[in-house]
């Protein structure tokens, strides 16, 4: 009995699970549809500049050296799920960091120039509101932060000009003009002042309010004197030219 016992174990400790199909296919390298969809997973999984989807480095000239790479630095068969992340993984780093060679610096000043060219204008209730994306200008490598842009002449101070804000909110009202608040959304790519600034006109009020990254959640908004119903009278929307008009905290509009 105790014999028949052992020689049972010993066969169930024998059988052996039969291994993942695709673990014994060679797939060799991926057909052009296979390779796509790897490219297109890459791309999805890269951190966006500033956190817009548009500049992503989706160009074939970042694209496809990037994917080579990937798939050159991986072992294994690509079908197996273990090792197409691994490409996929890698392929996105590559493709993120390229914005830091010269080739990708061009490419993504580009976007950002497109985007801000090609504002995207909503509106919600009596809301409108633009995004200018990022403020364009010359990218380089920052000091604390991968990439600035500090020269641009869009900046002044390392602060978005008062023309161009004022340019945005008529941008807002010749889209939308039975909206009463008008809200231009722009991000500073820069260790100075950075971050995504809100200047919103408010018709009943006649003020605009300026809520910069540092105090639109704690303190309030920066706020101008009436304008007398014209964005011709606005004066200068820099922080140290509104110093001391810090008004109430008024939630931002969406």
Not at 79 to 107: F, N, Q, Y
Not at 173 to 179: E, I, R, V
Not at 216 to 226: C, F, H, V
Request: net charge neutral.
């Amino acid at each position: 009995m105790r014999f028949a016992l052992v020689l049972v174990l010993i066969a169930a400790c024998g059988k052996r699970q039969p291994p993942d199909p695709a673990e014994l296919v060679d797939a060799g390298p991926p057909t052009n549809e296979q390779l796509a969809e790897l490219k297109t997973e890459a791309l999805a999984k890269v951190n966006p500049f500033e956190g817009y989807p548009e500049y992503v480095l989706s160009d074939p000239p970042i694209v496809d050296p990037c994917m080579t790479k990937a798939l050159k630095a991986t072992t294994g068969d690509f079908l197996r799920p273990s090792v197409r992340r691994s490409i996929v993984d890698e392929a996105a780093h590559c493709i993120e960091w390229s914005a830091m060679d010269p080739e990708g610096m061009a490419l993504l000043e580009k976007k950002i120039a497109d985007r801000y060219a090609h504002p995207v204008i909503t509106l919600h209730d009596t809301v409108a509101k633009i995004d200018m994306g990022v403020v364009p200008g010359r990218l380089k490598k920052g000091f604390k932060r991968p990439l600035d842009i500090t020269e641009s002449p869009h900046l002044e101070d390392y602060q978005w000009t008062t023309s161009e804000v004022v340019r945005a909110l008529r941008l807002a009202m010749a889209k939308y003009p039975t909206a009463r608040t008008f809200r231009a959304d722009a991000v500073l790519a820069s260790y100075v002042y950075g971050g995504k600034w809100h200047y919103v006109y408010d018709q009943t009020g006649d003020v605009i309010r300026v809520y910069d990254p540092g105090e639109r959640l704690s303190s309030g908004a920066w706020i101008t004197k009436k304008l007398g119903g014209n964005l011709n009278h606005v004066p200068s929307l820099k922080r140290s030219d509104l110093a001391g008009e810090l008004g109430p905290k008024v939630p931002l509009p969406e």
